[in-house]
Every structure is written in structure tokens, then in C-alpha cells.
């Protein structure tokens, strides 16, 4: 009983993490911004959620599977977000206007 | 107690989801749209492992597993679609 209040605790927090990450999404001004907000908190959110099921279910195959779960989330997720932001510099999607720097345009334009 | 805890999460998740839909709808390009699309699909995989949990099925979990790894390699075509074509 004990164990599943406090898995489901995590499986709150987390779930608090993914809600944020989304208001996030909605509500920053351009795709770099809403990259960052979405994929970090989304990331951790949906791995609290995942700690908070091995937590209820134990050391068994379901929670071994649980945690296979997190390693690959934690694998994959900051890989597809790099990808993503580094086709949409290269195909040129502007960036917000209240932004201050761009260092890897001028890093490419020494390189030049 | 329990169920309220349940039903609470459920419809938070839910809630998520709806608001990362409106913007793959709505997004100005296609990153956004892609940004909104993994994030639908990352919720919506820890979402099976909640399910998952409660309806005590392990096979469930095979399904989340095979969902996130098409998700990824997903993702990473259209990046590289939109880097250099194809």
C-alpha cells in the first residue's frame, strides 16, 4: 500500500512535468524555444511516470521491462531533438525576432 | 482515494495531448509540426505503461517499446528529409 501511494507520486510529478512541457509547446514564440521546452521537460516527465510504475510493480519482468523503457527514452529523445534542430537551422526556419545572438550562423560564417 | 489519483492523472495526460495536438495543427512550419508530433508520441508511450500497469499485461509493454522506437526513427527521417532531401 505504501509502495503504490509512493509510486504514485512519481506518476504525479511526472505527469505535472509532461503538462508544463506542453504549455510550453503552446506557448513559446519559435521552434528552437518550443524544442527546448518540449523535449526536456517531456523527457523527464515521461521518465517519472515510468519510475513511478516500476515502483508500484517491483522487481519482476514488468518492472525490469519498465526500466529498458527509461534507458531508451533517455537514449533516444535528446538525439531526435538535435536532429530536429539542426535541419530546421540548416533549411533556414527564422528565428524568433526578440532573439539577441545566433552563434552557430556566425560560427558557420567564419568557417566561410 | 486511489481512483482519484488515477482518474486525475489520466485526464492531465489527456489534457497534454489535446493542447500538442492543437499545435501540430495549427503550427506555422514543418519543425513545429514535427516538435509536436514526438511529443505526442513520448506522452502517449508512457500513457501504454500506465495502462499497462493497472490492466497488469506485460505484452502491453512490448507494444510501447515498438512504438517509440518507429516514433524515433520517424523523426530522425524527416530531420534528415529536411536537412538535404532524401
Known amino acids: ?37 518540449a523535449t526536456k521537460c517531456v523527457t523527464f516527465g515521461s521518465a517519472g511516470i515510468l519510475f513511478g510504475v516500476f ?3 517491483g522487481f519482476n519482468n514488468f518492472g525490469f521491462k519498465v526500466i529498458l523503457g527509461i534507458v531508451f527514452i533517455f537514449l533516444t529523445s535528446p538525439v531526435s531533438a538535435h536532429a530536429i534542430s539542426r535541419a530546421a537551422h540548416r ?3 527564422p528565428l524568433a525576432k526578440e532573439s539577441v545572438v545566433d552563434q552557430y550562423q556566425e560560427d558557420n560564417e567564419l568557417k566561410d | 482515494m486511489a481512483d482519484i ?3 486525475t492523472s489520466a485526464v492531465l495526460a489527456l489534457i497534454a495531448i ?36 493497472i490492466a497488469q499485461r506485460v505484452i502491453y509493454l512490448d507494444v510501447a517499446m515498438v512504438y517509440a522506437l518507429i516514433s524515433f526513427i520517424g523523426v530522425v527521417a524527416i530531420a534528415r528529409y529536411l536537412e538535404r532531401g532524401l
Open chain 2, 18 to 53: 489535446i493542447l500538442a495536438a492543437w499545435r501540430l495543427l495549427k503550427g506555422p512550419n514543418v519543425a513545429d509540426r514535427v516538435v509536436a508530433l514526438d511529443v505526442m508520441t513520448i506522452i502517449s508511450i508512457s500513457l501504454i505503461v500506465y495502462v499497462a500497469s
Open chain 1, 55 to 57: 515502483i508500484i510493480q
Open chain 1, 1 to 37: 500500500m505504501t509502495r503504490e501511494l509512493i509510486g504514485m507520486i512519481f506518476i504525479l510529478l511526472g505527469i505535472m512535468f509532461d503538462f508544463f512541457g506542453v504549455l510550453g509547446l503552446v506557448r513559446l514564440p519559435d521552434v528552437y524555444n518550443r524544442l527546448q521546452a
Open chain 2, 5 to 7: 489519483l488515477y482518474n
Open chain 1, 91 to 93: 533549411s533556414k526556419i
